[in-house]
């Protein structure tokens, strides 16, 4: 079965960085767009960023754009977020999501930007 695990998440203060990563299994994950949301305590999940298949296209919200990017490893079944210039508000649970509209979700990894 469809398999996503998220990792990378922790506490990080204000202008700092982390890494998040994704391993998938269980599907052709080549063949898949990928996506990250994340979903704050009290508010709707929303869209961080998406991958094309072959990584040649990607999308960004607005409120991440220049900060965050997305990248994927094909040969390693492997998305990641790369996030820089933290901010209190991109405190959320992020989750990792294949294809997009999504049809599997990851369990999520908290982020939580703090001083």
């Known amino acids: 079965q469809v398999q996503l695990v998220e990792s990378g998440g922790g506490l990080v203060q204000p202008g700092g960085s982390l890494r998040l990563s994704c391993a998938a299994s269980?599907?052709?994950?080549?063949?898949?767009?990928m996506s990250w949301y994340r979903q704050a305590p009290g508010k709707a999940r929303e869209l961080v960023a998406l991958?094309?298949?072959?990584?040649?296209?990607?999308r960004y919200a607005d409120f991440v754009k220049g900060r965050f990017t997305i990248s994927r490893d094909n040969a390693k079944k492997t998305v990641y977020l790369q996030m820089n210039s933290l901010k209190p508000e991109d405190t959320a649970e992020y989750t990792c999501?294949?294809?997009?509209?999504?049809?599997?979700w990851g369990q999520g990894t908290q982020v939580t930007v703090s001083s």
């Open positions: 999501a294949q294809a997009y509209p999504p049809v599997s």
């Open positions: 269980g599907f052709t994950f080549s063949r898949y767009p």
């Open positions: 991958i094309t298949s072959t990584g040649g296209v990607t």
